[in-house]
């Protein structure tokens, strides 16, 4: 998979991924993960409040 960048963006990247002391890749990889969790359970929790709200 190829993932293009502003070059503003990619230079945090890669200052991030320096100070972590990992590949951007990998970094990149732990944040998109991490997103989509948040993005699963702010769904669920939103499913549940409607679920609720309903009965």
């Known amino acids: 998979m190829k993932i293009n960048f502003p070059p503003e963006t990619y ?24 997103i989509l969790s948040k993005e699963e359970n702010n769904e669920l929790k939103s499913t549940k409040a409607e679920v609720s709200v309903r009965r």
């Open 11 to 34: 230079e945090a990247l890669i200052n991030r991924a320096n100070s972590e002391d990992k590949p951007a890749a990998a970094l990149v990889s732990e944040l998109i993960t991490a």
